[in-house]
């Protein structure tokens, strides 16, 4: 039996109150918003332009570095993908970088740090695939059991399950061939990726173009399903910490790109703030929502943070 498409409803409401930060324009590539507070990705802007994890300080400017030690062995050292695992530590990817004079590879681990204890603890019992280590996005279990993540690739993307605490990597099945971000419900009910079904055998600038759906499938990657359909530009999806709600960051219109709500149950939308945005991170209560925009007028660095107020969004619909 063929699963219907949704009908792409879109409701019409007033965009939710949208605060800019005093962050100065920079390279920000990651958010996770943990109970201590909103970590963000920030690429130096002198060489070695490596990333850092830092916690936003209470003036809406980058503040304290989060105390991550080096690894041993390594020329210079890279922490990105920074992430709020369900038992509220911060995940990342760290890279030990060599390559530049050395010769050696470079390797990268997937990582979790205890802000409590300052300590370090591998979630995955080797270097990760290089594949998976540029520009993998991970969706992690509410037992910490099992991830799911992508793989990042723009023209071709493998989906994997991640076995945190072994070498265990096993790529999901899917005819689906570019996917771009996953995310795990709260409940751990369902996980939420939205891939482009029609991208396969097109060439570089038509397989870009191709039109993504937001999918839901079971825990173990059964029931699949398109929610919303025919979107372009994904650059973020989160569930809200309730399970209410996915953001997604797409363009439905062809020139507009904003962060959107999608109900998971009806697959209706409604645009929260309009905007050149990334990497949507929820307040662990749920009443905000921090994002990554870019200015594409603003020369050089062009990448600055907003918070939008989700606190009154049931009220509403």
């Given amino acids: 039996m063929t699963t219907p498409l949704p009908t792409n409803v879109e409701i019409t409401t007033t965009p939710v109150p949208l605060q800019r930060l005093a962050q100065p324009f920079g390279t920000y590539a990651g958010l996770a918003w943990l109970p201590q507070g909103l ?13 850092r994890l830092y916690w936003l300080a209470p003036d809406g400017t980058l503040g304290d570095q ?8 390594c020329m210079f050292f890279e922490a990105r993908r920074p ?3 369900p038992d509220s530590r911060l995940g990342f990817i760290g890279t030990c970088i060599n390559s530049i004079e050395s010769g050696l590879p470079d390797k990268s681990y997937l990582r979790a740090f205890d802000l409590n204890t300052n300590t370090i603890t591998p979630l995955l019992d080797s270097a990760m695939p290089t594949e998976n280590a540029g520009g993998g996005i991970f969706a992690w279990a509410p037992d910490m059991q ?9 023209l071709a993307t493998k989906l994997y399950w991640f076995t945190p ?4 990597i096993t790529k999901f099945p899917t005819r689906i061939p570019l996917a771009a971000y996953v995310d795990w419900s709260p409940d751990g009910s369902t996980i939420a990726w939205d891939g482009a079904p029609g991208s396969a055998n097109r060439g570089v ?5 191709a039109p993504y759906n937001l999918y839901l499938m079971e825990p173990d990657g059964s029931n699949l399903r398109p929610i919303v359909t025919s979107y372009h530009n994904p650059a973020g999806l989160a569930w809200s910490p309730d399970g209410r709600w996915l953001v997604l960051i797409a363009n439905f219109d062809g020139h507009t790109d904003a962060a959107w709500l999608i109900d998971p149950q009806t697959g209706s939308r409604r645009m ?10 929820w307040s662990p209560d749920g009443s905000q929502l921090a994002l990554v925009a870019t200015d594409n007028r603003q020369f050089g660095p062009n990448c600055y943070l907003v918070i939008l107020d989700t606190s009154a969004l049931d009220s509403t619909e």
């Avoid at 970590?39 to 990333?51: D, F, G, N, R």
């Avoid at 989060?66 to 062995?73: A, L, M, N, R, V």
């Avoid at 605490?165 to 265990?168: I, L, Y």
């Fill in 272 to 281: 929260l703030a309009a905007g050149d945005f990334q990497w949507p991170a």
């Fill in 39 to 51: 970590v963000v990705q920030s690429e130096a802007l002198t060489p070695p332009t490596i990333s």
């Fill in 146 to 154: 099992l991830a799911f993540a992508t793989d990042g690739g723009r």
């Fill in 83 to 85: 992430m709020r695992l």
């Fill in 66 to 73: 989060i105390p991550i030690p080096d690894e041993q062995g």
């Fill in 205 to 209: 600038t038509s397989a870009l173009s």
């Fill in 165 to 168: 605490g072994t070498r265990d």
